[in-house]
C-alpha cells in the first residue's frame, strides 16, 4: 500500500464527515409525568402562592359582616345565606333564593311573591386570589384598582381588588339583598334600603352604613380595622369582606396543587390519566386555563335554559348577551375557575346539572345532552321554569361554542378518569368549613337561620 | 451551519470517561461530546485519528497504562496547551498540562499537573421572567426572598494531578506500572445544556482513577498488556431555577427560586487486554484489545431535560478491537476498528407506595420505571504520517492526518411498572472527527500540533407545545413547570487544539 492510498481515502472521509447530518429518530413516548407535565405547561397553569397574611382587625370585621343579615335590606340574608359554608360556600341549588326567602343552604326555599335570583350562586371558594373578572356573565371585570361593570356602578376609587368590588354590589341588587319598596324588616320595621332607586347605589352604600355605625361594636371593629379614617364608608365594609375571604376561603392545597409542586405522587394514576385527557382529547383546558383553571373566559356551553330569564328577551338568559349586542355573546357564560369545583354543585349558571359525571356526559355530546336533557336533575321548585322547547334549544344550539360542535367521543371509563382528575382539584381543607361560622354577629341577628 | 433539530427523547448516562479514558468506556445516550474537554495529555498519535492498536504513542501510552512508561526513551519535560471550542456558543476550554517523565535505571516515574478553565455556554442565557410579568425585578425578589444565587460567571476552574511509577524486568522483557490521576471538577462542558431553564449551575465534584498495568514484550516484536482500572467519579450539581407561580398577594404572576441538588456518581472496575505483534510481511502489524468495565451508578441526575426517569443503575460495558498498522520507511498507516457492546440497567424508585394500573401497590423505594439499554457501538479510527527528516535526521517536519468514526446505536426496552406498560426506543447518531497535525523535531527538543472537529455531537433542548426551545432560547411564552417534551438537538462542531512541546533534560 502507498501512502498516497490511505491519504486519499482519509481525504475523502473527512470532506464526507463535513457533509453528514444526524440521524433522525421518531418522538419517543413519554411516562405519564412526562406528557401530563408537558401538557399542563402548555396551558399557563402554574402553583399558586401563598396568601399573605391579612390584617386581623379587617378579617375580623370582614368575618363579622359576612354572615350578619344586617347588610340586606329585610335583615333577613346575610352573604353566608347564599354561600353557604356548609356547601362549598355555593348554596347547592339550581337558581339562588334572595331575600324575603326561608332556611339555608339546599333547604333554603323561596319567600311568598318573590322570585328566584336569575342565576345559580356561585361558589366563593378561592374568588380572592386575583380574578379578572366575576359573576357569570362577567359583568364585573378589572384589576389592580381599576374596575368596570355593567350596568355601570359608580365605585369608588381605591378600591384595592375585584373582591372588594364584588362585595359592594349585592346590596344593591333588589332580588338578592336590598328587597323591593314597601318591604318589611324580620322585626316589621320598613325597609329604608329597598325605598332608594335604582339609580342611587351611594345612597344605598350610606344607608347600609347607618345601621352598621348604630351598632357600638361595629364601630369599634371598623375603629380598629381601619384606624384614623375620619369617616368610615361602605367601601371600608367591601375591604374587610374581601379581606376576610382572602383569608377564610382560599384553599389551594389539593392534590392537584401539590403535583404542580413537582410531587408525582400528588396524583394516582387514574388522575393522572383523566388530566391527559383535561389537557387534550377532552379539550377541557381550552377553556379551563390559566392558573386558576378558568374564571376568565365566556363560552356557550349549550346549559340549559333555567329561570326567570334576563331583562332583555325574559324567560331566556343571554348570559354576557344580557349586556353585549352581539350574537357571539347569546347564552355566554363565565367559564368557571375549577378549583374545588368537586364541592361547588350543581353545575353551571343555571344549576342544570348535579354531579361531575353529568357535567361530563353533556360536554361529550352537548348537542344531544341538551336536546334530551332531563329536568328530574333540577330542584323541584325550579323545574317548571326549565325552558326545554324546540325554539330555546335551537336559540342556544346556534350559538354554541365551536368546541362543542361535535362529540368528544369519550368513553364511559375516559369520563370516570376525568371526574377523578376533577376531584383531585379539591383542597382538603376546604371540605368542611363550619369553624369559619361565629357564634353571634354584632347586630345580634341570628346566624345560623 | 444549518441547524437543525431532531428529536433524541432521552438522557445522558454520564458514565464519565476522564483525561486517560482509554480503558473507560464512555456510555452516552445523548450525542454531547465531552471527550475534547479532557484531551489533556500529550500525543503523537491524536493527529492520526487516535489510532492505537498497532502503533506506540510513547508520549500518551504511559497515561493510559502505566507500565508502558518503560518505553520513554531519557527523561524529558512536556508541556501541551490546548484550547477547545464548541460552535454556536455552547461551551469552550482552555488547558495547561505539564510534567515530566523520568527514567533512572530499571526505574520510571512521572508526574503532571493541569489546570483548566472551561466556559458553559453563552447561550444559555437566564431570563428571569416570563412576559407574563415584564414588571418583575428579579433582584428585588430575590432580596425578599433572601436568596443568594451563586456567581453568574460562566467560567469554572478544573484541576488534574497525575503520579506515576513503574518498574522494568529487562531480562523477562516485563515491566509494571501504577498510576493515579485525581481531577477536581466544577465544570463538565455539555452538563448545564442539560438543566435548560435554570437560572445557576454549579458543579463541584471529583474523580480518582487508579491504574495497575503491566507490560510484556518479546524480542520478536510482540507484546502483552493488561490494566487494571478503577475510577470514582461523583460530582454534585446544584442547579437554581426560578418556577413561575400566581402571586395571590400581589394578584399577578411571579417567579420564585428553587434549589434542585443533584448527584451524579459512577464507580467503575475495568480490566483491558491489549495485544500486537508483527505480520511477516515487512511493515505490518496488528493488534487486538479487549475491555471490559463494571459500572455502578448510585446516583445519575434527574436532569432537567430528560424525559426518563431514573435513579440508580449499573452497565456492563466491554469492547473489542483489531488494528491493524503499515509502516514504509517514514510513513505510517494505522487503522482501528472497535466494537462496543454494553448493557445498562436504570431505575427509578418510589418515593412514597403507588398504586399501579393492576391495583397493586409499589412501595417505598420499588421500582416504579426500568430501563434496560442496549447498545451496539462501532468506533472506526485510521490515520496517516508522513515523516520528511533533514540534516542526516537530525530535524524533522510531520504530517498526520486521521480521521475518527463513532457510531453510537443503542435501543431501550422500558418498563412502567405504574402503568404497567412497555415501550421500545431505538436511538443512534455518528460521530464524525477529522484530525491532523504537525511536528517539528529538533535535536533536543520536539513541538507537535495537533487539531480535531468533531461533527455530529449536539445542542440539546426541549421540545414544548410544538415550539423547539433550545436551551440557549429565550424563556417560551407559555410557562413550564416541568420537562415538557422530547429532547431536540441542534448539531454543533467541536473545534481542539493542541500544542505540545517536550524536551529531555538530562
Known sequence: MTPRVPLLLILGLAALAGCTSEVTTPDPQQTIDAQLRASIGNWGIVPIGEMPAQNPAQVALGRALFFDKILSGNRDVACATCHDVSAGLGDGRSLAVGTGGTGTGVARRLGAGRQFTLRSAPSLLNAGLGLYTMFWDLRLSGNQGQFVTDPNVPFPAGLPNILTAQAMLPVLNRHEMRGAPGDVDVFGNPNELALLGDQQPAEVWNAVMQRLLAVSEYVAMFNAAFPGTGQHRFEHAARALAVFQMEAFTRTRSPFDRYLERDDAALNLVQKRGGLLFFGKAQCSSCHNGPFLGGQGLANVGAPQVGPGGAKQPPLDLGRGEHDNNDFYRFAFRVAPLRNVELSAPYFHSGAFRTLDAVVRHYNDVRKSLTEYDPSQLDPDVRTMYHGDPATTSAVLATLDGRFSRPLGLTDTEIGELVAFLKSLTDPASRNLASLVPASVPSGLSVRE | ?506
Open chain 2, 1 to 506: 451551519m444549518r441547524i437543525r433539530a431532531l428529536p433524541l427523547g432521552t438522557f445522558l448516562l454520564a458514565a464519565w470517561a476522564g483525561p486517560v479514558a482509554a480503558q473507560l468506556i464512555s456510555i452516552r445516550t445523548v450525542p454531547i461530546s465531552q471527550s475534547h474537554q479532557f484531551d489533556l495529555f500529550p500525543s503523537i498519535r491524536m493527529g492520526m485519528g487516535g489510532v492505537s492498536l498497532a502503533v506506540t504513542d510513547s508520549l500518551h501510552d504511559p497515561f493510559s497504562n502505566p507500565a508502558k512508561g518503560v518505553r520513554l526513551g531519557a527523561s524529558r519535560f512536556f508541556g501541551s496547551p490546548g484550547v477547545y471550542s464548541v460552535s454556536q456558543g455552547a461551551g469552550a476550554g482552555r488547558t495547561l498540562p505539564v510534567g515530566t517523565w523520568v527514567r533512572s535505571g530499571n526505574w520510571f516515574g512521572g508526574a503532571s499537573v493541569a489546570l483548566q478553565e472551561m466556559d458553559l455556554s453563552d447561550a444559555n442565557p437566564f431570563q428571569p421572567f416570563p412576559p407574563s410579568c415584564p414588571q418583575c425585578d428579579v433582584a428585588q425578589i430575590l432580596q425578599v426572598q433572601g436568596v443568594q444565587l451563586p456567581s453568574a460567571d460562566r467560567s469554572h476552574n478544573n484541576a488534574f494531578g497525575y503520579a506515576m511509577l513503574g518498574m522494568a524486568v529487562p531480562r523477562k522483557g516485563l515491566s509494571f506500572g501504577a498510576s493515579v490521576l485525581w481531577s477536581g471538577l466544577h465544570g463538565v462542558d455539555g452538563v448545564d445544556l442539560l438543566y435548560p431553564r435554570s437560572a445557576r449551575l454549579t458543579q463541584k465534584g471529583h474523580d480518582v482513577d487508579l491504574r495497575l498495568g503491566a507490560l510484556k514484550e518479546w524480542g520478536s516484536g510482540r507484546s502483552l498488556s493488561a490494566v487494571l482500572v478503577h475510577n470514582r467519579f461523583s460530582s454534585a450539581h446544584d442547579v437554581f431555577y426560578f418556577d413561575s407561580f400566581w402571586d395571590p398577594g400581589a394578584q399577578q404572576f411571579s417567579q420564585r427560586p428553587r434549589l434542585e441538588e443533584n448527584l451524579d456518581q459512577t464507580n467503575t472496575w475495568g480490566a483491558h487486554l491489549e495485544y500486537s505483534l508483527p505480520l511477516r510481511a515487512p511493515g505490518w502489524r496488528v493488534g487486538w484489545v479487549a475491555t471490559t468495565n463494571l459500572m455502578s451508578h448510585p446516583k445519575i441526575p434527574n436532569y432537567e431535560i430528560q424525559a426518563i426517569p431514573r435513579d440508580p443503575g449499573n452497565s456492563e460495558a466491554f469492547n473489542l478491537g483489531v488494528g491493524i498498522s503499515k509502516s514504509e520507511r517514514s510513513s505510517i498507516f494505522a487503522l482501528d476498528l472497535l466494537y462496543e457492546p454494553i448493557w445498562s440497567y436504570t431505575w427509578a424508585d418510589a418515593a412514597a407506595p403507588l398504586e399501579t394500573a393492576h391495583g397493586t401497590t409499589i412501595p417505598a423505594g420499588g421500582k416504579t420505571i426500568e430501563n434496560r439499554f442496549r447498545f451496539s457501538n462501532a468506533l472506526l479510527r485510521m490515520g496517516l504520517n508522513q515523516d520528511l527528516e533533514f540534516d542526516q535526521a537530525t530535524k524533522g517536519l510531520g504530517f498526520q492526518l486521521g480521521l475518527a468514526v463513532h457510531r453510537i446505536d443503542y435501543s431501550l426496552v422500558q418498563n412502567d411498572n405504574v402503568q404497567a406498560t412497555t415501550r421500545r426506543q431505538h436511538e443512534d447518531w455518528v460521530e464524525w472527527t477529522p484530525t491532523w497535525g504537525l511536528s517539528l523535531r529538533f535535536p533536543t527538543w520536539e513541538v507537535r500540533y495537533r487539531g480535531s472537529v468533531t461533527h455530529g455531537t449536539g445542542r440539546p433542548g426541549v421540545r414544548s407545545g410544538g415550539d423547539e426551545v433550545f436551551a440557549g432560547d429565550a424563556v417560551p411564552t407559555t410557562i413550564l413547570v416541568a420537562p415538557s417534551g422530547p429532547l431536540t438537538l441542534t448539531g454543533v462542531k467541536v473545534m481542539t487544539h493542541q500544542v505540545s512541546v517536550s524536551f529531555p533534560f538530562r
